[in-house]
């Protein structure tokens, strides 16, 4: 007999790819216009990024009264977070409480990934296909699929043949993986790879880990939420919030910083990093000065001093000059949050290994080879390489329309986007946190809240105005490209071989893919597009074809 859900498509206002932190503010937002609105999500719960990161000491790198929505005053005031920095598991408790408060499940489908996405020019709807069969139609589509959220293994010859278990960060089982007694061996140091690994060596009978480039780290001088700082915090929280638009990492509580770093005396330079290295944090190091993200001079001296820290944490002289890092400025690869990661070294159960100088040739029965034939046995091997970055979930799906677009050749030479919030040549498609938005170097749900909210308001205009389309001219989106590299051009960001740029994936276009010019700015951007009518997006309304 057909199945009559998969026969019958499914008519809605609103098609939501994904049900993490974004797609779940969608919902709520869009429903508050009286939108039929529905988010479809390949987990088997919500959460996003939160729901598939459960690796062992997975924590939020921003502060947990700032990590969090600041849409209800109520939910904001009401929620206690138990530490500084938001574990895992307590913000998935978190997202879960969202999604039961707000009565957002209701909207969510689980279990089911979008596998092509098809907008129909005569019909002037997005016809959405599900990997169950299901159709969907939209008048307009969210894409809320993440940006760190298609997991990559580098394609190592002979991964197939070990005896052995290997895992991801970002696909990590639910039931958790107990490491005691076994030679384990950790594959990347970025963000994930820096703290999982203190967590790991206690547990393994030997860590090895494989580096192939060292990345800073800060402490992050974790603790349980002190009473008071809370309470302040809470008493302050609506002009925290507002105040926190008014800066370029969408985070407050930080004095805006008002010299160059080679302005003043050495001494006094090293005291102030001193005082922010004893603090905690990212955001306030790399605040320190005006200049420390666009004046290698200035940035030399803010990097130096970390990498004296490490020379003075880590006991053998040559694993510390391996983990000091040398081939980029600080700040321009993501800046990592860590809890004893340095000190880690010093443990007698760990060992560094350079893949730089000594690349990993093949994974064996047994562990794994390196271009020089060493060999090193192992029982589990961990994968915190990272992700196809900003593009990866969208290349996933089929996006195409009738018209003969297609997004992965639209975007074959890097990603193309006006505002990071729309394509041309895609009408009626909205992304969040995509290439082009600032989203990846801000608090994240500070531009998720801030994206949602004027795709609604876009939305509600075209409504009230007896509109029903909307897209980017390719001018727009071509002087917002340039843009966008320009900002970063004038900044120390390219120096670095990251996932901005694409360098973790063979192959991929190397193009500047987040708007840095700071949240601030590109907030004014956007409400100033808006206000001026949607300038440099063409508004119209669709007859349909034998109306
Ligand atoms: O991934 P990454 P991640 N052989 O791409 C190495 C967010 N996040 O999962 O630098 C050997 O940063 C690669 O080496 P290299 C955050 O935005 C946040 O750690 O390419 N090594 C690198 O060391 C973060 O930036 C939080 O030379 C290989 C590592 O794998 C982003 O997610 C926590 C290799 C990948 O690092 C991604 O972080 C976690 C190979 N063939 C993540 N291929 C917090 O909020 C890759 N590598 C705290």
Redesign the pocket.
């Known amino acids: 007999m057909p199945d009559a859900s998969r026969s019958v498509p499914r008519q809605l206002d609103v098609v939501i790819v994904g049900a993490g932190l974004a797609g779940l503010y969608a919902i709520h937002r869009l429903r508050g216009l009286g939108l039929k609105v529905r988010a479809y999500e390949a987990g088997s719960g919500v959460g996003g ?1 939160w729901f598939w ?1 459960r ?1 062992p000491g ?5 502060e947990s009264l700032e990590y969090s929505y600041s849409f209800s005053e109520e939910l904001q005031q009401e929620w206690k977070w138990p530490e500084r ?1 938001g574990t895992q598991p307590e913000i998935l408790k978190y997202i879960n409480h969202v999604a039961d408060r707000f009565d957002l499940r209701r909207d969510v489908q689980l279990n089911t990934r979008i596998k092509s996405a098809v907008f129909d020019s005569a019909a002037n709807e997005w016809v959405v296909k599900t990997d169950t069969g299901e159709e969907i139609h939209a008048r307009y589509c969210v894409m809320a699929a993440g940006n ?1 959220s298609t ?2 293994v ?3 010859k002979g991964i197939h043949d070990f005896k052995g278990k290997w895992y991801h ?2 696909l990590w089982p639910h039931e958790g993986v107990d490491f005691t007694g076994l030679r384990v061996g950790v ?9 999982m690994i203190p967590i790991i060596a206690q547990q393994a009978r030997q860590l090895t880990v ?4 060292a ?1 800073f780290s800060l402490p992050a001088r974790n603790g349980p939420m002190e009473e008071e700082r809370e309470r302040r915090h809470k008493a302050e929280y609506p002009a925290r919030r507002a105040a926190a638009m008014e800066t370029p990492f969408a985070i407050g509580g930080h004095p805006k910083p008002t010299r160059s770093a080679l302005e003043i005396s050495e001494e006094e330079r090293n005291a102030a990093y001193e005082s922010k290295w004893q603090e905690g944090g990212s955001i306030s190091y790399l605040y320190s000065y005006t200049d420390l993200l666009v004046n290698k001079a200035s940035n030399d001296t803010a990097s130096e001093f970390v990498r004296n820290k490490i020379r003075g944490m880590v006991k053998d002289p040559k694993t510390a000059e391996l983990l000091a890092p040398k081939d980029h400025p600080i700040g321009t ?2 800046l ?2 860590d809890t004893h990661y340095y000190e880690t070294y010093n443990r007698p159960n760990v060992r560094l290994v350079d ?2 100088s000594d ?2 040739q093949e994974i064996t029965a047994t562990g794994l080879r390196l271009a020089s034939g060493a060999e090193h046995e192992l029982d589990a091997i961990v ?5 196809d ?1 900003m593009t990866g979930a969208l290349k996933e799906i089929d996006v195409r329309t009738t018209d003969g677009a297609a997004l992965r050749k639209h975007w074959e030479g890097g990603p193309l986007t006006y505002l990071g919030l729309m394509v041309s040549g895609f009408p009626n498609m909205f992304v969040i946190t995509g290439p082009g938005s600032p989203g ?1 170097k801000t608090q994240m749900i500070a531009s998720i809240e801030q994206h949602v909210d004027w795709i609604a308001d876009a939305i509600d205009h075209l409504g009230r105005h007896q509109l029903d389309r909307i897209e980017p001219s390719p001018q727009a989106e071509s002087d917002w490209v340039q843009h966008v590299n320009q900002v970063a051009d004038s900044t120390l960001y390219p120096l670095a ?3 901005y740029v694409g ?2 994936i063979p192959g991929k276009p190397r193009v500047f893919m987040p708007y840095v010019g700071g949240f601030d700015r590109y907030k004014r951007r956007c409400d100033e597009v808006a206000a001026k009518g949607y300038e440099g997006f063409t508004l119209s309304r669709h007859e349909t074809v034998g109306a």
């Open positions: 990024t990161n690796y997975a924590r939020c790198d921003v920095y760190l997991p990559r580098p394609d190592f960060s970002g594959v990347g140091t970025g963000s994930s790879g820096v703290q494989f580096q192939r480039t990345n690869k993501r990592c949050l893949v730089r690349p990993i994968f915190a390489t990272g992700f970055a990846v071989n990251s996932w360098a973790n």
